[in-house]
């Protein structure tokens, strides 16, 4: 199955019925564990990225927050909440068909604190400077959590499980 034209062929089916141009495959062992189109305007949840929805039935499918052995293909390059999630459940690769500044004059979706051009910059800068007011309210009871998400595994601080990090060079 070539799976580049999967996902096209997806994106494509979800705009023609009113959604956005966005969609991703997960494939494992050479097929597709999972699939999703961009759902935000379908379900009006800000978070119904393909990437997420993807991600979220593949790891239901296999029981683990662990994409390890998955190569993933999505659309677009991937915005920062979708390259969030990515990062987090670990694929072995992810593949992407275009950049925003190839699909950038066809179709913009910047918000009142994001921009998808000055984002990464913007998430860079140190919380107290974000253009999104953030307030800090420490709390040792709030740390108390997850002193006690230490104790119950055993004085582990990593999750179980989880993909070693890579060290940088």
Known sequence: MDFVQRT???ARRNVAEGGRPFATVIVKDGEILAESANKVAQTDDPTA??????IRDACTKLGTEHL???IIYVLAHPCPMCLGALYYCSPDEVVFLTTRE???PHYVDDRKY???GTFYDEIAKPWQKRR???RHEPREDAVDVYRLWQRLNGGDRRVPGAPAGQKMV
Do not use: K
């Open 68 to 70: 390890t052995g998955t």
């Open 114 to 116: 994001f921009e998808l």
């Open 8 to 10: 096209v062929d997806i």
């Open 49 to 54: 990225h393909a990437e997420v929805l993807a």
């Open 102 to 104: 190839a699909y950038e």
């Open 132 to 134: 999104m007011p953030m």
